[in-house]
């Protein structure tokens, strides 16, 4: 059950009150308890601006440097907190440019809403200036979407928006405001909504489901459990471990799934998929019960899907249940929410251990070591790698940051190498893929959560896709860590290229500008290590900073990630060079 | 795994809302599944649309398309059938040149046989509706081609099915 703020209460279910819709809606926002919100002005959507700045010191409006990353930083707030994030943004190119961050949100399934102005409605259809059919254009990535076009709809449906976003899978809201439904008066009360009658967030657990489970589970000999964010998103971390301790089960997660578990746990065994690690990759494949708890069999875990867990039963615990069946053919689906299911599960197993079996873990897990991980931590060439880095930000973080990644070569280093005692630690662009999710993203997340550090670890390709958030930052003095791995190449894009397209390097190479005196033209302090001797002292420096800081790590140009499941090829078939 | 494809009905129960159209179709759109027909209208409950949707697919392709449909926070429940679980129809306008009706006898014969209904006649036209299976229909549009025809078109299937759906009890268990 969700405990109101007293200053949420200050808003909801007062006596009606006569205000304009753009009031309204700042008053809905403090009713949900949105305490920051990040956004662009413009014509469509000013009248809510200045509310918002009659409302100053109660609620923090946030000027990101572009929409984009409005969404983005609404997503970091949410992926640390669990709370909804909100951004704001005019008509037509402001609400177009949010829709990167809204596509990203639906398929990491983060719980954002996301408010924009709109032509008054008499001009609606008629190609206005700055009009564009942003419902429409957001549907197909959105949870909902919904246009007000009258003052008086507004309470009722920003309280549904905050309860779609947030309930059962969580995902984006897009509501779209007419400009003359901020002007119009109405008499104002507010109503937290508390079901949607077409809706139904989290199915029914069927107890039979939860009993076969826990006989396929305990009659296992060689059982593998792969979480994902779903863990996560239902806050059944302890749950999870607990289960994971009774049975003694190698435990795996998806990118999404990351710090859940701490990285050290001994029945943690790492990551699946394309550049997982190696032992749960092989051993999916030899597995006889697969236990898949709230993730969704994407490509890049399962690879060729014809190949991936044949020989094993599956068991899918999951609250959406499009997501049944939909890749990977279950044995057993548990539908509900995660906490749930895991409790009821966990009273029917048995207590066991399968020494055994976790010992070829580990026997794979020495070969991936020598192959791959010794060279990534600890290399002897010259040239520094962003293993080696990462290990340096977990030593002297000792893994209580949280880790913000952008896409490409470092975050699959990162999310390999990161150590993660909290959970909510690993805040990436999982499904989406967002180049430029790192740098709004740790705004947001370092915003909601102020006294946890927050490491941004970026490359050079996707920093300057959104490198003017650099801007927020300096302005809003939000003391983020960036550090940024620079390769001057589109790092994964060129490994790709180099193993299967002969090193036809066409348009990965960079040519970066200086990036420290970037960052120092935004005030903000900034070096770059070039040689491994000066690594140590600059992660410490920017660790001890309370402000902003950036580090520029040049690190070798052409390494690549392994181990690697080929596109196309089976997670068995994994390569380690 | 079974991959015959075969005609399908799909029956969605929604609230009534702009945009619902748009985010149903965008489902199909996204696996490039082609839709046979499609018709909206008011339900047996105020308030509730019908969507009905004839598509060709497998079970399995259609099983994971309901799971999207279902998914949508407006839909209420969305079923499939298959020919055998529902009396359904379509419904077809023929425009024909009146001189027809009386300048080919055949014409009226068509009509008798057909059990098509003459919806309306004046000096230049008169229109023509059958309902039925497509098979009839489609065998109406043959013959009557013969003669030519100004005008033709054709509904998409609605179906009703044999089974009871329970969206009623579905709707009370949320206000209680």
Not at chain 2, 119 to 124: F, G, L, P, Q, Y
């Given at each position: 059950?969700?405990?109101?703020?007293?200053?949420?209460?200050?808003?909801?279910?007062?006596?009606?009150?006569?205000?304009?819709?753009?009031?309204?809606?700042?008053?809905?926002?403090?009713?949900?308890?949105?305490?920051?919100?990040?956004?662009?002005?413009?014509?469509?959507?000013?009248?809510?601006?200045?509310?918002?700045?009659?409302?100053?010191?109660?609620?923090?409006?946030?000027?990101?440097?572009?929409e984009q990353?409005a969404a983005h930083?609404a997503q970091g707030y949410a992926r640390?907190?669990?709370?909804v994030g909100v951004a704001?943004?005019?008509?037509?190119?402001?609400a177009t440019n949010l829709i990167t961050g809204i596509a990203d949100a639906q398929i990491d399934s983060t719980p954002i809403v996301c408010?924009t102005?709109?032509?008054?409605?008499?001009?609606?259809?008629?190609?206005?200036?700055?009009?564009?059919?942003i419902v429409g254009i957001s549907t197909p990535v959105t949870k909902w979407n919904h246009?007000?076009?009258?003052?008086?709809?507004?309470?009722?449906?920003?309280?549904?928006a905050f309860?779609i976003a947030r309930s059962g899978r969580p995902g984006p809201v897009l509501i779209?405001?007419?400009?003359?439904?901020?002007?119009?008066?109405?008499?104002?009360?507010?109503?937290?909504?508390?079901?949607?009658?077409?809706y139904?967030p989290?199915?029914?657990?069927?107890?039979?489901?939860?009993?076969?489970?826990?006989?396929?589970?305990?009659?296992?000999?060689?059982?593998?459990?792969?979480?994902g964010q779903g863990?996560?998103l239902?806050?059944?971390?302890?749950?999870?471990?607990?289960?994971?301790?009774?049975?003694?089960?190698?435990?795996?997660?998806?990118?999404l799934?990351?710090?859940?578990?701490?990285?050290?746990?001994?029945?943690?065994?790492?990551?699946?998929?394309?550049?997982?690690?190696?032992?749960?990759?092989?051993?999916?494949?030899?597995?006889?019960?697969?236990?898949?708890?709230?993730?969704r069999?994407d490509?890049?875990?399962?690879?060729?899907?014809?190949?991936?867990?044949?020989?094993?039963?599956?068991?899918?615990?999951?609250i959406d249940?499009a997501e049944?069946?939909k890749?990977?053919?279950?044995?057993?689906?548990?539908?509900?929410?995660?906490?749930?299911?895991?409790?009821?599960?966990?009273?029917?197993?048995?207590?066991?251990?399968?020494?055994?079996?976790?010992?070829?873990?580990?026997?794979?897990?020495?070969?991936?070591?020598?192959?791959?991980?010794?060279?990534?931590?600890?290399?002897?060439?010259?040239?520094?790698?962003?293993?080696?880095?990462?290990?340096?930000?977990?030593?002297?973080?000792?893994?209580?940051?949280?880790?913000?990644?952008?896409v490409?070569?470092?975050?699959?280093?990162?999310?390999?190498?990161?150590?993660?005692?909290?959970?909510?630690?690993?805040i990436t662009s999982g499904g989406l893929g967002t180049?430029?999710f790192?740098?709004?993203a740790?705004?947001?997340?370092?915003?909601?959560?102020?006294?946890?550090?927050?490491?941004?670890?970026?490359?050079?390709?996707?920093?300057?896709?959104?490198?003017?958030?650099?801007?927020?930052?300096?302005?809003?003095?939000?003391?983020?860590?960036?550090?940024?791995?620079?390769?001057?190449?589109?790092?994964?894009?060129?490994?790709?290229?180099?193993?299967?397209?002969?090193?036809?390097?066409?348009?990965?190479?960079?040519?970066?500008?200086?990036?420290?005196?970037?960052?120092?033209?935004?005030?903000?302090?900034?070096?770059?290590?070039?040689?491994?001797?000066?690594?140590?002292?600059?992660?410490?420096?920017?660790?001890?900073?309370?402000?902003?800081?950036?580090?520029?790590?040049?690190?070798?140009?052409?390494?690549?990630?392994?181990?690697?499941?080929?596109?196309?090829?089976?997670?068995?078939?994994?390569?380690?060079? | 795994?079974?991959?015959?494809?075969?005609?399908?009905?799909?029956?969605?129960?929604?609230?009534?809302?702009?945009g619902?159209?748009n985010r149903?179709?965008a489902i199909?759109q996204r696996r490039?599944?082609?839709?046979?027909?499609?018709?909206?209208?008011?339900?047996?409950?105020?308030?509730?649309?019908?969507?009905?949707?004839?598509?060709?697919?497998?079970?399995?392709?259609?099983?994971?398309?309901?799971g999207q449909i279902?998914k949508q926070v407006e839909?209420?429940?969305?079923?499939?059938?298959?020919?055998?679980?529902?009396?359904?129809?379509?419904?077809?306008?023929?425009?024909?040149?009146?001189?027809?009706?009386?300048?080919?006898?055949?014409?009226?014969?068509?009509?008798?046989?057909?059990?098509?209904?003459?919806?309306?006649?004046?000096?230049?036209?008169?229109?023509?509706?059958?309902?039925?299976?497509?098979?009839?229909?489609?065998?109406?549009?043959?013959?009557?081609?013969?003669?030519?025809?100004?005008?033709?078109?054709?509904?998409?299937?609605?179906?009703?099915?044999?089974?009871?759906?329970?969206?009623?009890?579905?709707?009370?268990?949320?206000?209680?």
């Amino acid at each position: 059950m969700e405990t109101l703020t007293s200053k949420q209460k200050e808003y909801l279910e007062q006596p009606k009150e006569r205000i304009s819709g753009s009031e309204a809606i700042v008053r809905c926002l403090l009713a949900e308890g949105v305490e920051v919100l990040y956004g662009y002005p413009g014509g469509a959507i000013m009248p809510v601006y200045d509310e918002l700045y009659k409302y100053e010191g109660k609620i923090n409006h946030v000027l990101t440097r572009h929409e984009q990353c409005a969404a983005h930083a609404a997503q970091g707030y949410a992926r640390i907190s669990g709370n909804v994030g909100v951004a704001m943004a005019t008509s037509g190119p402001g609400a177009t440019n949010l829709i990167t961050g809204i596509a990203d949100a639906q398929i990491d399934s983060t719980p954002i809403v996301c408010i924009t102005g709109q032509v008054p409605s008499h001009l609606l259809g008629s190609d206005a200036f700055q009009e564009t059919d942003i419902v429409g254009i957001s549907t197909p990535v959105t949870k909902w979407n919904h246009q007000i076009t009258k003052a008086s709809q507004i309470p009722e449906i920003i309280a549904r928006a905050f309860y779609i976003a947030r309930s059962g899978r969580p995902g984006p809201v897009l509501i779209d405001i007419t400009k003359d439904a901020q002007f119009e008066e109405f008499d104002f009360q507010y109503k937290k909504c508390t079901g949607v009658r077409s809706y139904k967030p989290v199915p029914v657990i069927d107890e039979n489901a939860i009993t076969a489970a826990a006989a396929l589970i305990n009659s296992a000999k060689k059982p593998m459990i792969v979480w994902g964010q779903g863990v996560i998103l239902g806050k059944a971390e302890e749950e999870l471990k607990a289960v994971i301790e009774k049975t003694g089960i190698p435990s795996a997660w998806t990118i999404l799934g990351a710090s859940a578990i701490p990285t050290a746990h001994p029945l943690n065994i790492g990551m699946v998929g394309m550049h997982g690690n190696y032992a749960p990759n092989v051993l999916t494949n030899e597995c006889d019960v697969l236990i898949a708890i709230g993730m969704r069999f994407d490509d890049r875990v399962t690879g060729k899907l014809d190949e991936y867990a044949t020989q094993a039963k599956i068991i899918h615990f999951e609250i959406d249940p499009a997501e049944i069946d939909k890749n990977v053919k279950t044995d057993v689906a548990v539908l509900g929410d995660a906490k749930t299911s895991l409790t009821k599960l966990l009273a029917l197993l048995n207590t066991n251990s399968h020494p055994d079996w976790l010992k070829k873990f580990k026997d794979l897990y020495t070969i991936e070591y020598d192959k791959v991980i010794k060279n990534d931590l600890h290399p002897t060439s010259e040239g520094l790698t962003m293993g080696e880095v990462l290990k340096e930000i977990n030593s002297q973080t000792k893994g209580e940051a949280a880790i913000v990644t952008d896409v490409g070569q470092h975050q699959m280093i990162a999310c390999r190498y990161a150590d993660f005692n909290v959970s909510k630690s690993n805040i990436t662009s999982g499904g989406l893929g967002t180049m430029g999710f790192a740098l709004p993203a740790a705004i947001g997340a370092k915003m909601a959560a102020p006294d946890r550090e927050v490491v941004a670890i970026i490359g050079d390709g996707g920093y300057q896709m959104t490198i003017q958030e650099l801007g927020t930052i300096f302005q809003n003095k939000v003391p983020v860590k960036i550090v940024v791995l620079n390769n001057e190449f589109l790092g994964m894009v060129r490994q790709w290229q180099q193993l299967f397209f002969d090193k036809r390097y066409a348009s990965t190479e960079m040519v970066n500008p200086n990036f420290v005196a970037i960052a120092k033209g935004y005030y903000i302090e900034a070096q770059k290590v070039t040689k491994r001797e000066n690594l140590a002292t600059a992660v410490k420096e920017m660790i001890a900073s309370d402000e902003p800081y950036f580090l520029e790590v040049c690190v070798e140009k052409e390494n690549n990630v392994f181990p690697m499941v080929p596109s196309g090829a089976s997670v068995s078939d994994i390569r380690l060079d | 795994m079974e991959t015959k494809q075969q005609l399908y009905t799909i029956s969605i129960y929604t609230e009534n809302n702009i945009g619902l159209l748009n985010r149903i179709s965008a489902i199909f759109q996204r696996r490039h599944i082609n839709i046979e027909s499609i018709n909206t209208s008011v339900s047996e409950i105020e308030g509730v649309s019908r969507f009905t949707i004839l598509v060709n697919m497998t079970e399995d392709q259609i099983k994971k398309i309901l799971g999207q449909i279902e998914k949508q926070v407006e839909v209420i429940k969305a079923y499939y059938h298959t020919d055998d679980d529902t009396i359904y129809q379509e419904s077809c306008l023929f425009k024909i040149k009146s001189d027809l009706l009386f300048e080919e006898r055949q014409i009226q014969n068509i009509i008798k046989e057909s059990n098509a209904r003459i919806v309306t006649v004046n000096k230049e036209f008169f229109v023509l509706e059958k309902s039925g299976r497509r098979s009839e229909l489609e065998l109406l549009h043959r013959e009557l081609n013969a003669f030519g025809i100004m005008q033709f078109v054709r509904s998409g299937r609605i179906a009703i099915t044999k089974d009871k759906l329970k969206i009623t009890e579905m709707l009370n268990a949320f206000k209680n």
